[in-house]
């Protein structure tokens, strides 16, 4: 298992979900399995998100289509805050 790591600021929590909500990924579609989102305790305007895959390819690939399909949008410009931070980690144990 693979695991896409995001982590990025926010400008609105509510916003942001909305816009994760109406998945413009198409996370289901690109092989994500399972999903968590959490934030951290003294900064409710970052969000913290784990994608699940089944390979490495999948989840290169949607990390892809999010660079140039997602982050750059303008639906998404009033919601972040910054550039996020990504790694894909695989899963040992």
Request: aromatic share 8%; glycine share 12%; hydrophobic share 40%.
């Given at each position: 298992?693979?695991?896409?790591?995001?982590?990025?600021?926010?400008?609105?929590f509510d916003m942001w979900k909305a816009a994760f909500d109406r998945d413009p990924a198409d996370r289901k579609g690109s092989g994500v399995v399972a999903h968590r989102i959490g934030r951290p305790v003294d900064d409710p305007q970052y969000v913290v998100v784990e994608l699940d895959f089944g390979s490495r390819d999948e989840a290169e690939?949607?990390?892809a289509k999010l660079r140039q399909n997602v982050w750059g949008?303008?639906?998404m410009v009033p919601v972040?805050?910054?550039s996020?931070?990504?790694r894909i980690v695989e899963l040992v144990a």
């Open positions: 298992m693979f695991t896409l790591q995001i982590e990025h600021g926010i400008k609105d690939g949607f990390l949008s303008p639906d972040l805050a910054g996020p931070e990504t």
